[in-house]
């Protein structure tokens, strides 16, 4: 329906096809899954087995790629990706020192000193005289 020259559609006709036209460009990339997994990040949570039911204490053949599939789940990223994945992840991805660490050279190590107040634990509270 073409408006006519200087006339305007309704804002509902209007609004009507803006959404028309969006749920075609919607419905042209929707894919229709058949193939469902168990989502491996989201933890089940198992009701016991009937003891007395046949059906149910039938052994099932585990399912390998679905084993693999957790296992893979469970595993830290830094073994799982040679890079990492997100911004978040780039801070303290690489762990080892760019220098070995030499612990004779008093530039770059410095150890715990221990004192008269470190060796037996927390100083006197203020106003309190240490015991002798």
Known sequence: MEARR???????????RCHAERAKKERRWQLL???YTVNPFHPVHMVARK????????QEPID?????????????????YSEPQTESQEIGWHTTPLVPVDRSDIRFYFPRQTTEITIHGYPAPRGEKPKD
Do not use: C, Y
Not at 6 to 16: M, Y
Not at 51 to 58: F, G, K, L, T
Not at 73 to 79: D, G
């Open 6 to 16: 200087g006339e305007r559609d309704p804002p509902d006709a209007l609004q009507n």
């Open 33 to 35: 899954f058949t193939q």
């Open 51 to 58: 003891p007395m039911s046949w059906h149910e204490n039938v």
């Open 64 to 80: 390998d790629e679905f084993l693999n599939l957790l296992h893979r789940a469970a595993v830290v990223p830094r073994k799982k």
